[in-house]
T-cell receptor, first 113, second 113 residues
Framework: GQQLNQSPQSMFIQEGEDVSMNCTSS?????WLWYKQDPGEGPVLLIA?????ELTSNGRLTAQFGITRKDSFLNISASIPSDVGIYFC?????????????FGSGTRLLVRP | DTGVSQDPRHKITKRGQNVTFRCDPI?????LYWYRQTLGQGPEFLTY????????KSRLLSDRFSAERPKGSFSTLEIQRTEQGDSAMYLC???????????FGEGSWLTVV
């Protein structure tokens, strides 16, 4: 089945540092989504990417849809303590008559004040 | 609040008991999804509805699981004869039809003791 390889698994950084995480797959996706999940809560959408090569920003977050449509990255600039959480990439592809969302295994981010 | 809402947020039950979770999607969304998430993993697809029709079920959805969306609005997920392996967060999500963004609820934590 489809799999997303998300890396790194975890990061422990100093406040103010930049962060980069990525997802790769052997499958081609129509859409890439990046979510953040706090403990005990559901995933919250951060950024959606719709076209190969697209680069989109949301405040200190920047994400790109890879040219091959098989990968995406998320950058967080000037990290702050509230960035702590688990970040998931999710690729959406059309299968039969529906659009499936496949999740990566997450990147756990810890920020040291 | 016009987001996806789930109830209850937490449920502790004894093995063998039945449990039911409710989801109210974003009001104009035709599609409603159920996902399951265990610790350290990304959400895994269980099933989805388009209006009142259940269009797809994952192999993860055993015979003890049943989901309904009787009037195309709210949905229920029932787990019969719960097992310890059913302990997880059950996430509901909704979207419009097509390659649309999927919005998640806050999740319902199930602990089977």
């Amino acid at each position: 089945g489809q799999q997303l390889n998300q890396s790194p698994q975890s990061m422990f950084i100093q406040e103010g540092e930049d962060v980069s995480m990525n997802c790769t797959s052997s499958s081609i996706f129509n859409t890439w989504l990046w979510y953040k999940q706090d403990p005990g809560e559901g995933p919250v959408l951060l950024i959606a990417l719709y076209k190969a090569g697209e680069l989109t920003s949301n405040g200190r977050l920047t994400a790109q849809f890879g040219i091959t449509r098989k990968d995406s990255f998320l950058n967080i600039s000037a990290s702050i303590p509230s960035d702590v959480g688990i970040y998931f990439c999710a690729g959406q592809l059309k299968m039969d008559s529906s659009y499936k969302l496949i999740f990566g295994s997450g990147t756990r981010l810890l920020v040291r004040p | 609040d016009t987001g996806v809402s789930q109830d209850p947020r937490h449920k502790i039950t004894k093995r063998g008991q039945n449990v039911t979770f409710r989801c109210d999607p974003i009001s104009e969304h035709n599609r409603l999804y159920w996902y399951r998430q265990t610790l350290g993993q990304g959400p895994e697809f269980l099933t989805y509805f388009q209006n009142e029709a259940q269009l797809e079920k994952s192999r993860l959805l055993s015979d003890r699981f049943s989901a309904e969306r009787p009037k195309g609005s709210f949905s229920t997920l029932e787990i019969q004869r719960t097992e310890q392996g059913d302990s997880a967060m059950y996430l509901c999500a909704s979207s419009l039809v097509g390659p649309a963004i999927i919005y998640f609820g806050e999740g319902s934590w199930l602990t089977v003791v």
